[in-house]
């Protein structure tokens, strides 16, 4: 079956994403991002949402989906049996935080949460070990991914960053406990 003659085929074959611009032209990729964020005054230059004494949440710049959170020791490692009891209560206390937040926020339905430990597996940054929390809806997959390799991403770091901040905000003033 072939398309009718005014079809645009060609204008329909191209996915313009202008946005991401932002990433492709830097110069090179800081892989001490993590560690530079903990020691961040400025969490809203680094996408952290929310800090605990041992770890922070952050946004990740490069997501596998819209609302793709990380929770990270403050401490730079990437061994998880080094973690102390501490850094691992705060990070499994900013994964619930931020399943929270994504709910709110976002209407997540589900979420995979993992860590990718070396490179075979995934990791990204082999030294500095961080928990994935990505929000899943029913029926979020596609055909995209599987036709073209392509993720689709409907919503901005920036605008997803405020919209999180100010659910953190109505959270804590609300009469719910805190996750």
């Not at 996915?15 to 993590?34: A, D, G, H, K």
């Not at 770890?55 to 490692?77: D, E, Q, S």
């Not at 430990?117 to 030294?127: I, M």
């Amino acid at each position: 079956m072939s398309a009718p003659p005014n079809f645009p085929k060609a204008d329909l074959e191209a996915l313009w994403c202008p946005w991401r611009v932002e990433y492709f032209e830097q110069e090179s990729r800081n892989t001490n991002f993590l560690s530079d964020a903990a020691r961040a005054t400025d969490d809203a230059a680094h996408l952290v949402l929310t800090r605990r004494p041992n770890a922070f949440l952050i946004m990740n710049r490069y997501p596998y989906a819209v609302g793709h959170l990380m929770a990270v020791p403050n401490r730079k490692t990437g061994d998880p049996d080094s973690l102390g009891a501490d850094e691992v209560a705060d990070l499994w206390s900013l994964a619930m935080h931020a399943q929270r937040l994504l709910r709110e926020t976002m209407k997540a339905q589900g979420f995979n949460i993992g860590l990718n430990l070396g490179e075979c597996a995934g990791a990204g940054v082999l030294d500095h070990i961080h928990l994935h929390i990505v929000p899943r809806w029913s029926g979020d997959t596609n055909f995209m991914p599987i036709l073209s390799g392509t993720r689709m991403l409907s919503e901005g770091l920036q605008s997803l960053y405020e919209k999180l901040r100010a659910t953190q905000t109505w959270l804590a003033n609300d009469s719910a406990p805190a996750a």
